[in-house]
Structure formats: C-alpha cells, structure tokens
C-alpha cells in the first residue's frame, strides 16, 4: 500500500517536472531569443559539453569543498554557542547582539565587508559559515531550552554523568531540531556561498563560471551552471540527512 | 541513622500543602506514606528527593544516593528498556542481569523496542528495575504499581519485597494492601487544612 502511493506521487512528480519543461520550451520558442531565455534542450547540450572541459570538476570541486566546510564550521561552532548559551544565561545575552546583527545585515553587505577582509580564497566558506550559524544556533539553543525537565530532574536524582545526559536526554531532543537546522542552512549555504563567489569573482569557483556567463551574455551556461548547483545542494542535503538520521538510529540501539 | 522530618511546610501560592509536618523514618527499612488524594505526598517526596524547596523545616539523615520511580515513568522514550535501565547503573551491571530483573516482572518481550512503543504496565516496570538496580542506599518510589494489573502487580510487589530488604526504601501509596504485602512501617498524612470539611 505504502509502495503504491510512493509510486503515485513520484509519477505525478516527474509528470510536473514534464510540465515545466514544456511550459520552459515552449516559453523559449515563443520569446525567440536565446540571449533572453534559452531553451531546455540548448541547456542539457551546453551541460554535456560543460563536462568535457577541463576545469570542470576542479571549479565543482572548489566550490564543494568550500561551501561544505563553511557549513560544517557553521554547525559546530554554533552547536558549540548554544550549548554554551543553555548552560549560561549570561553567554546567551553576549551572543545575542552578534547573532541579531548576522540575521539582520544583508548576506551582500558581509560579501564586501569580507572582501576587504579576507582573501577571495575564503570568502565562500566564510559566508556560508555566517549564514550557517544563527540558525543552527537558534534552533539548537530552542532545542536545548525545550528539553523534558522532569527528565533532567530524574538524571539528577540518578546521578547520572554529562556524557550520558547529551546521548540519553539531550541529542534524542534536539533531533527534530538539528534536522531542521540543516536542512534550511544547507540551502542558504549553497545560496550564499555562490552569491559571494560571484561578487568576489573567486578563480577557478562555480561563482567564477556564472560571473562570465554574465560578462559573455551565455544564457545556455549560467542555466546550466545553475542546474549544477541545485544538484550539487539537493544531493549533498539528502546525503547528509540520511547520515544524521543514520547516526541518530545507531545512537537509540545503544 | 533514621531520617528525620522536621516541621516541613511548603506552599504553592496560598495554597498550603505541607503544614509543619513531622516524622521519623527508619534506616534499612520500607516505610509506606499514605494518605488521601492532595494531602502533600508527592511534595514531600519531592522534597527528599531534592527536586523541590522546603518553605520552612528540615530534614537531616538523607543519603546522598538516590534512586526513585517518579509518579510518571520518566524513561528515555527513544531508547529500550535495557538501555533506560543501563542509564543509570553502574558499568559492571552487565547487560545479562537487567534482562534477568526484567523477566523477572514478566518483561521478556518487546524489549528491543523504544519504550515509547511498550504499554504503560511496561513502561511501569522498567522504572521500577530501574530504581532497584541503580546503585543507591535510599530509594524514593511514587505510586510504583500504578497502572498494573492485579497479577502483574503481585509479582512486581514481591520483586521489590525481595529486592529492597535491608535498605531504605519509601513508599508512597494509597493502597493498604501494598504496604500488608511488602511489609514495613506507615506513616499517614492528615487533609490539608484547606480541604478539611469539603
């Protein structure tokens, strides 16, 4: 029962998929003018040839790998802070000046501070590492003030030591939390870290690609560069989800 | 040592539910605490736990090892019940000895699942394997047969007869019967003034 129904709205998915298309097609042959909306067919041919080209995985792979690491620095760091920020009620005052202006500034405004800041190198990972933490932060500190006090009383009465309070108490509460976390972070990340590549013109960067495709007026590579990247942000989140739901149900067998 | 309760008062606003309340409770012992609905158990044992503030009085002779079946279950509801046990017992409680304390109250099933998943009988009895075999000399039980069935309650009774003897146990019941069939001293907690002549 439960397969037939996945079947049903997958079919109906790749039916909406179908859909677009043909409206984008269609749209393109009605507009004429390839400089303004390419079509989908001219974007799947630009892609492949886009992956005989020789800096093609070096500038995916550049890209990955910051945009990534600034995301995992974002998780850590603000997990970090907003365990901090449970425990002290001071240290959530202190934080809260610096995550209400990280929320507040517009992400271009943090790309120009960077770029007299740091080196065009490290702009992406930096950014999406700004972007990253507030909300890890905030959902992880919601979290952690959420947890069951009755049940933080029991292990108080029990004894029971800090390191089986996070695995028994803490991370089975904050699951729902951090999945959530990710999950919008992962996408303002790759938002994010794109946009700074291209303001900062980073060599060898996807951000690279889609500036010259702006600069050449290549309507056909900045598509098909953009496909790239919702690929690239789509699989990474499902993969890295899948670790954490993997992690989470190896932690309840314990 | 006995554990002595000295003019214990404590409030909730304008309600007052304990009312210098006095009592002496022996070492190595069961004692039952009973009383009627309202009369400040809980929030006695509550205060000998250490979860709740005395206004006034006090107590001397606690030890500081505690162990408790709570009025609700408070199990970890994402994990089984081995590991709610696990939690809190020392590391040389091997994994063998809490699935023999569980079948001993008819727990053999169902045990790898999350006790979330098990029925509130269940749930009961893993609390209370979990309050004897935590390492304590004192241990606090709020209702622990709440919600079992006759047969299932007789054997969970005998379970803590055996398994408490010689230790500082307290008890806080409703059911006569409970004390008749675990044995030991009672002490009965009068209305609040409050409720008197309702």
């Known amino acids: 029962m439960i397969s037939t129904t996945s079947n049903k709205n997958r079919i109906e998915k790749l039916a909406s998929v179908a859909f677009a298309l043909f409206v984008w097609q269609i749209s393109a042959m009605l507009v004429g003018e390839s400089l303004l909306l390419v079509t989908p067919i001219a974007v799947v041919k630009r892609l492949f040839s886009l992956f005989t080209e020789a800096d093609f995985f070096t500038s995916i792979g550049y890209s990955f790998l910051h945009i990534v690491a600034g995301f995992l620095s974002g998780l850590v760091i603000g997990s970090l802070m907003a365990a901090i920020a449970g425990k002290f009620h001071l240290a959530e005052i202190m934080f809260w000046p610096f995550i209400a202006t990280i929320k507040s500034v517009p992400v271009a405004s943090f790309i120009i501070l960077c770029l007299i800041w740091l080196s065009k190198g490290n702009l992406s990972s930096f950014i999406s590492f700004l972007m990253v933490l507030p909300i890890i932060y905030s959902n992880i500190l919601q979290g952690i003030k959420s947890t069951d006090k009755k049940l933080l009383e029991m292990a108080d009465v029990f004894r029971v030591g800090l390191l089986r309070r996070i695995i028994f108490i803490y991370l089975p509460q904050l699951k729902p939390y951090l999945i959530s976390a990710c999950s919008v972070a992962m996408g303002l990340a790759w938002k994010s870290g794109i946009a700074a590549e291209v303001i900062g013109i980073t060599n060898g960067s996807i951000g690279e690609k889609l500036y010259e495709a702006k600069i050449y007026y290549t309507t056909a590579d900045l598509f098909a560069w953009t496909l790239i990247i919702v690929v690239l942000s789509i699989s990474f989140e499902k993969l890295f989800l899948y670790i954490i739901k993997k992690f989470f149900a190896r932690l309840e067998r314990l | ?198």
């Open chain 2, 1 to 198: 040592m006995s554990i002595v309760i000295s003019e214990l008062s404590k409030s909730f606003g304008e309600n007052i539910v304990l009312n210098k309340f006095s009592a002496n409770i022996p070492e190595n012992k069961t004692t039952f605490i009973m009383g009627p609905s309202g009369c400040g158990k809980t929030t006695l044992i509550n205060i000998l736990m250490g979860l709740m503030r005395e206004d006034s009085g006090a107590v001397t002779g606690l030890p500081t090892n505690k162990s408790a079946v709570f009025q609700e279950d408070r199990l970890c509801e994402s994990f089984n019940a081995v590991s709610n046990v696990r939690l809190v017992c020392e590391k040389k409680i091997k994994d063998e000895e809490i699935y023999s304390h569980l079948a001993e109250i008819g727990l053999r099933d169902d045990l790898a699942k999350p006790v979330i998943e098990l029925s509130g009988g269940m749930r009961r009895r893993v609390a209370v394997v979990r309050a004897i075999l935590a390492k304590s000399d004192i241990i606090f039980m709020d209702e622990p047969f709440k919600g079992l069935d006759d047969n299932t309650k007789e054997k969970t009774m005998q379970y803590v007869a055996d398994n408490t003897k010689n230790k500082t146990v307290i008890i806080v019941t409703h059911d006569i019967d409970e004390a008749k069939a675990i044995g030991g001293e009672i002490i009965t907690m009068g209305l609040r003034e409050s409720d008197r002549g309702q």
